[in-house]
């Protein structure tokens, strides 16, 4: 059910008069200053100016896909917007929509939520990229800030990615370490490039412990169906695999791994609880500290467009504490290295896709000495060398 906000001095009718008004002063003002000859400069931003106070809170809007106890993507969003509205208190109000299709459905709640007074969208699904864009060229006095997406022309739009394959990186180390021969196994999705990053960063990391090591991929095409998961997790077991990574938004690989006596890790939110017998490690997306800072940025007129790609060292992941099956079943030399790499990667020091990167045909796709640029990266369609389960592209 859609989040109810507290009653509002402040109606969505007065809100736009107000920033109408604003525009207008600072259109005003500007003309002035320069027919005066002021040197003063704009702030670069196509949303207006505006007070905010308890009177007339700052309102934003936040676009789930799914709903705030899914136990994974949505909740990690949704845990830090609680923390977001914590901290600044009544100057804002933090909304949000459940169940918003990746469809032209989207742009009508959008476009709802700026006739509602808005101030701030927040899209949190890769989905509604292509209606936040459109909406942001629409409606310039609002702004938009939308997950793994970029639109440099639009003053009032501003994007975040996730460096996940930090954690998962480290993840593949440990699920090596815990296994025999190294066949690992993960669940995802969908092969897009976020998640095929993903699996790769995963077997990367493996092969730092047994260069053996192999991942084989399954796709659910779901973005959440327990039922899938668990029967693409039963399939991964029967096939001989030693550990599971989780990919997907449920716990049913967790449990099911567990049921088995197979060793698992995950990511998104701390599911340890689930499934503790055989859980080994995860990490948690923390989106509290980019919240705070782009809807601090609208609160204090500091906003700007861009992008950011952010991950461990940014504190956007963290990893949960590694557990006891990890503990009995890495050596004290393979959790030592596997500590040095988390240590260097907190530093900024270890960039998992630094090359050479070859993938599973053989081709060089990033050369010794060479770093991908994030458009590289965010564009991964290729499985590395000891991937299965995902076509190679040309």
């Avoid at 668990?230 to 716990?251: C, F, P």
């Avoid at 950011?308 to 590694?322: F, H, K, L, N, Q």
Wanted: glycine residues 8%; charged residues 20%; aromatic residues 8%.
């Amino acid at each position: 059910m859609p989040h109810q906000s507290r009653p509002s001095q402040s109606t969505p009718a007065a809100r736009r008069v107000r920033r109408t008004l604003t525009a207008a002063l600072l259109v005003a003002a500007s003309t002035a200053m320069a027919a005066c000859g002021s040197s003063a400069s704009p702030t670069g931003t196509a949303a207006t100016a505006e007070e905010f106070s308890a009177d007339n809170p700052m309102k934003a809007v936040f676009l789930y896909d799914g709903t705030p106890q899914d136990g994974g993507w949505d909740q990690s969003w949704d845990t830090a917007r609680q923390a977001v509205q914590n901290k600044f208190g009544s100057r804002v109000e933090l909304e949000f929509k459940t169940k918003v299709p990746e469809s032209t459905e989207a742009a009508r709640v959008i476009d709802q939520a700026v006739q509602d007074g808005a101030d701030l969208i927040v899209g949190i699904s890769y989905g509604f990229g292509k209606y936040m864009t459109a909406a942001a060229k629409k409606h310039p006095t609002t702004r938009f800030y939308q997950y793994n997406w970029q639109s440099a022309a639009d003053k009032n739009f501003s994007g975040v990615g996730l460096r996940t394959e930090d954690s998962y990186y480290l993840l593949g180390m440990a699920a090596a370490a815990v296994s025999e021969k190294g066949k690992l196994g993960v669940v995802g999705s969908f092969p897009i490039p976020a998640l095929i990053r993903e699996v790769n960063a995963f077997e990367l990391g493996a092969k730092q412990i047994n260069p053996k090591a192999t991942v084989r991929a399954v796709f659910v095409n779901s973005w959440f169906d327990p039922q899938k998961d668990l029967q693409a997790t039963k399939a991964l077991t029967s096939s001989g695999v030693e550990a599971i990574g989780n990919l997907v938004g449920d716990q049913a690989i967790q449990r099911t791994a567990q049921d088995q006596g197979i060793p698992w890790v995950g990511d998104t939110t701390d599911t340890r609880d689930v499934a503790p017998k055989t859980y080994v490690g995860l990490s948690s997306w923390t989106w509290k500290s980019e919240l705070e800072r782009v809807i601090g940025s609208v609160l204090d007129n500091s906003w700007k467009p861009g992008y950011r790609y952010v991950g461990i060292s940014d504190g956007a992941i963290t990893m949960a504490p590694w557990g006891s099956y990890y503990k009995s079943h890495a050596t004290a030399a393979e959790q030592a290295e596997i500590t040095k790499a988390q240590t260097a990667m907190e530093r900024g020091e270890l960039k998992v896709f630094d090359g050479p990167v070859t993938d599973a045909t053989g081709k060089v796709r990033v050369p010794a000495g060479s770093t991908p640029s994030v458009a590289d990266l965010e564009a991964m369609d290729y499985p590395v060398q000891g991937v299965s389960g995902i076509k190679t592209s040309n």
